[in-house]
């Protein structure tokens, strides 16, 4: 007497699905609602204004390198345009093939002692979600410690984890899973 | 007494909830549905409330609802008692045992004066005819989904003898498409309300001990930063933003300060910070991956999941004098430790072969059972009474979030339609 049916029910989720998808722009807090990549232009402010992000520290864009002409990070021709180290399952060794490339991008730092970067290291999607922060940070500390070795300062860089949370490849074989175990090189001001 | 409870092979109960679906319910509300189970259940008459049926929300049907959901009642339908017994006097036992009902619940709902009801209630035992509880609430009709669910606490506590948690509220994160969502929903997900929304992942989000706020993490900025917010106001606050990672939140017992994972000095290690952000502490130093730490309910010690030994493997470090003791033995992949709140002992996800599976350990006999079967299953987070673990279950496709009783036998699965659900954290009990 008291329990609709099943699909009554379902069909009632779906109605309240309905309205709510209308009503949903005046009902969630928004607290960042930031478009991850736009921010090409030149302005001096680095962070999109928006409620909630006060107290970010680190990764102040600096203006330069606007254009790809004569910018050896943007060549495709030049290492320095490789950003990618690939790792293997549960493992944070680097790889022989990705030596020039770590050596490369030491260089430049050791050579243009203004410049930036954040490794960001990633894990595939299998496994616990903070172990995999932790996996990923490793991945991204060991780059940083041989880039550390061909001559980049310490205060050059910052080595960061995003887990598994942001796969570049979000299949689930391992084709995608090799992908996506892998840091990432990004200058600051990208 | 209550005759010992029916055995159920396989129980396949839907819960299907007898409300009309508010307006405002977000996308990723939960439906829960019991999908096997069994066990031993109790037979329970829960006659409709005596001038209920004048308001929008069924007092006996949410507390029906939430009894069945747990896996321990079976409903036994009241149809066809006529006059329905309103007050403890008016139950002619017979009627009920005749109908296998081993307990019956009868009450009602009386408007005030000022607007307000007054909703009374009886639980009596049929078999040995006698009233087990009896209360009275005045409340405004606002209130109506809380009463119930404080009156199906009651029963179960009186029926099972633990802690009902059917006034409680859970936390999860949802995806869809591009946006993630931090909700927090009653127990039986209803009234899910967004408190975060980010264009980034979320992840870890943890209650702390009053149930005010919520610690969680967030790569809005790039990097993982640890957030506290107020459920009261919105109000969020940076806890830990230090170079590097910072991630793995878990609130101390007396809600006083946290336990992190930072990688400001090199390396994922743990550290102690006030709930405030300030007076950060390193915990311990070690070359290996230190993180995912939870605090046993005294307060005394830390589960934590470290590759120190090779592979990762759950851990115990005792605060008084430093020490560690390895916890997990078994396989090469255990993780995601959380104790049980009578810290007699921890839940945690091993892996097995290719699967991910939650399993419970006893501190005293070091014995280890795996609770679920999924593929992918992780993230457990346990009830405040200790009764059911909700965790996260995918299986490559779009996350569910699922609960399994701490004796393997109740079953649940928790849908958003839609949308993508992960990260579950189960608040404490209300004060």
């Known amino acids: 007497m008291h329990q609709p049916s099943h699909r009554n029910f379902r069909f009632m989720l779906w109605a ?40 970010t520290t680190g990764s102040a864009v600096t203006g330069s390198a606007t254009g790809t002409q004569g910018n050896p990070l943007r060549d495709p021709r030049n290492v320095l345009s490789k950003r990618s180290v690939y790792f293997d399952y549960d493992s944070y060794a680097v790889k022989d093939e990705f030596k020039p490339l770590i050596e490369a991008h030491a260089k430049y730092l050791q050579t243009t002692r203004t410049a930036r970067m954040t490794i960001q290291g990633n894990a595939d999607e299998r496994g616990s979600r903070e172990y995999n922060i932790a996996l990923g940070q490793r991945r991204a500390e060991t780059v940083k410690r041989m880039m550390l070795l061909y001559g980049a300062t310490d ?13 570049k490849n979000p299949g689930h074989d391992e084709g995608a899973w090799a992908e996506n175990r892998r840091d990432d090189v990004v200058y600051a001001g990208e | ?74 409903l036994i339908d009241p149809a066809g008692v006529n006059p329905r017994p309103a007050r403890a006097e008016d139950v002619r036992f017979g009627e009920w045992t005749a109908r296998g009902a081993d307990a019956v619940v009868v009450g009602s709902v009386t408007p005030q004066s000022d607007g307000r009801v007054e909703v009374r209630f009886f639980l009596l035992d049929a078999v040995k005819q006698t009233q087990l509880a009896g209360f009275s609430y005045v409340v405004a009709p606002s209130q109506f989904r809380p009463t119930a669910h404080k009156i199906a606490d009651i029963i179960y506590e009186k029926l099972t003898g633990d802690a009902g948690v059917f006034s409680t509220r859970i936390a999860y994160i949802a995806k869809q498409g591009p946006r993630y969502e931090l909700l927090v929903a009653e127990a039986d997900g209803y009234n899910a309300q967004v408190i975060v929304t980010s264009n980034e992942p979320l992840l870890s989000p943890v209650w702390s001990p009053d149930g005010m ?7 809005e900025n790039k990097k993982p930063i640890i ?22 939140p878990a609130w101390a017992p007396d809600g006083s300060r946290l336990a992190v994972t930072l990688s400001r000095d090199g390396g994922s290690q743990l550290y102690l910070i006030n709930a405030d952000g300030s007076g950060v502490q390193r915990l311990m130093s070690s070359a290996a991956i230190d993180t995912e730490a939870n605090f046993a309910p005294d307060g005394k010690s830390i589960l934590f ?29 255990n993780v995601s430790p959380r104790h049980l709140p009578d810290g007699k002992g921890f839940v945690f996800v091993r892996r097995d072969g290719g699967r991910f599976n939650v399993a419970i350990e006893d501190f005293a006999t070091r014995q280890v059972q795996v ?32 609960a399994v009783s701490s004796d393997g036998r109740v079953k649940q699965r928790l849908t958003a339609a839609a949308s993508d659900v992960r990260e579950p954290a189960w608040g404490p009990l209300p004060k």
Do not use: H
């Open chain 2, 371 to 402: 609770l679920t079967q999924g593929t992918i299953d992780e993230s457990p987070s346990v009830a405040p009474n200790g009764k059911l673990i909700l965790y996260a279950s995918g299986n490559g496709g779009r996350g569910i979030l699922a």
């Open chain 2, 213 to 219: 706020r919520i610690a969680y993490v967030s790569l």
């Open chain 2, 1 to 74: 007494m209550i005759r010992p409870p029916r055995f159920f092979a396989t129980l396949v109960w839907v819960a299907a909830l007898a409300l009309a679906l508010a307006s405002t319910a977000p996308r990723a509300q939960l439906t829960i549905e019991i999908i096997g189970g069994g066990g031993t259940t109790v037979p329970i008459a829960i006659v409709p409330f005596a001038g209920e049926a004048n308001y929008p929300y069924p007092l006996t049907g949410i507390i029906g609802a939430d009894l069945a959901r747990s896996g321990l009642f079976k």
């Open chain 1, 155 to 167: 205060t050059q860089i910052e080595t960061v984890s995003f887990g598994k949370e942001k796969p």
């Open chain 2, 227 to 248: 957030y506290v917010q107020s459920l009261a106001t919105g109000q969020r606050q940076v806890l830990a933003n230090f170079r590097g990672s910072n991630s793995a």
């Open chain 2, 305 to 333: 999941t470290s590759d120190r030994g090779g592979s990762p493997q759950i851990y115990r470090l005792t605060l008084g004098n430093g020490a560690v003791e390895r916890m997990t033995f078994e396989g090469s992949y």
């Open chain 1, 16 to 55: 309240g699905f309905a309205i709510a998808a209308l009503l949903a722009g005046c009902q969630t807090t928004q607290t960042s609602d930031k478009a991850p990549v736009e921010e090409r232009t030149p302005s001096t402010g680095a962070t999109t204004p928006g409620a909630g992000t006060a107290g």
